[in-house]
DNA sequence: TCGCAGATATTCT
DNA sequence: GAATATCTGCGAG
């Protein structure tokens, strides 16, 4: 299981280490547990595009928290971000998980997705309703959990990272440019 | 492939 | 009270 030590660094250096990762949810005592290979880094009120730019809220209240938390939320009324908090306490700082390549539990992924057998998790909002993320963990502990946790992956190396702006966030893509926050993984399942 | 509707928590006025 | 949001699914072309 990956320490706190691990998330508490710069969200950017966090969300490429993230890459390759194994994140894994016990529900219902089954397995579900997929490799990250897309995520987004978000600052703090430095940062434009982050939520937690405008100060600190009961919402986003999480952020400033220690690192290895969860930070779940509701957008568009339908759909729920899962975040991981990085750096020190104070710092308001975070990276979203936007997709995951599925290892195991495939088949109870499914049913959590109402059938849909294809694209599984390869967005931050389906890789919520395939793991049953949602309020119920937010603010867990990453570093000392049983029903949701990160583990080391497969080994990938600075090749096979991605990078660009980030997505839905217009006013942060010409600053995204020189400092891209949005790192992913093409053809994983080449290195597994 | 592209464009748009969808439904609600949170924040702004 | 109104506007907005780290997006997905579906229907048309």
Same mark, same amino acid.
């Given at each position: ?10 969200p950017? @250096?966090?969300?490429? !280490?993230?890459?390759?990762?194994? &994140?894994?949810?016990?529900? +219902?005592?089954?397995?579900? =547990? ?6 987004? =880094? ?27 938390? %969860? ?14 908090v ?5 710092? =308001? !700082? !975070? ?19 109402n059938?849909?057998a ?6 931050? =909002? $389906? &890789?919520?309703?395939?793991? $049953?993320? +949602?309020? %119920? ?33 217009? @006013? !942060?893509?010409?600053? +995204? ?16």
């Amino acid at each position: 299981m990956l320490t706190r030590e691990f998330y508490s660094h710069e969200p950017g @250096y966090v969300a490429r !280490a993230l890459l390759g990762k194994k &994140l894994c949810r016990l529900v +219902d005592g089954q397995l579900l =547990a997929g490799l990250i290979t897309e995520v987004e =880094a978000y600052g703090g009120p430095e940062d434009s595009a982050s939520h937690a730019s405008k100060g600190q809220t009961p919402r986003n209240a999480v952020m400033f928290g220690k690192a290895g938390i %969860s930070y779940v939320y509701f957008i568009y009324g339908m759909h729920y971000m899962f975040n991981i908090v990085t750096e020190q306490k104070g710092r =308001a !700082a !975070a990276v979203l998980i936007r997709a995951l390549y599925p290892t195991n539990g495939i088949e109870k992924m499914i049913r959590n997705r109402n059938g849909q057998a294809r694209h599984i998790a390869d967005g931050p =909002a $389906k &890789l919520c309703q395939a793991l $049953k993320i +949602d309020f %119920s963990i937010n603010k867990h502990d990453l570093t000392n959990s049983k029903t949701l946790w990160l583990q080391s992956g497969i080994n990938v190396s600075n090749i096979h990272i991605n990078s660009g702006p980030r997505i839905g966030i217009d @006013y !942060a893509a010409e600053k +995204d440019k020189n400092a891209p926050l949005r790192y992913w993984l093409s053809n994983v399942d080449l290195y597994i």
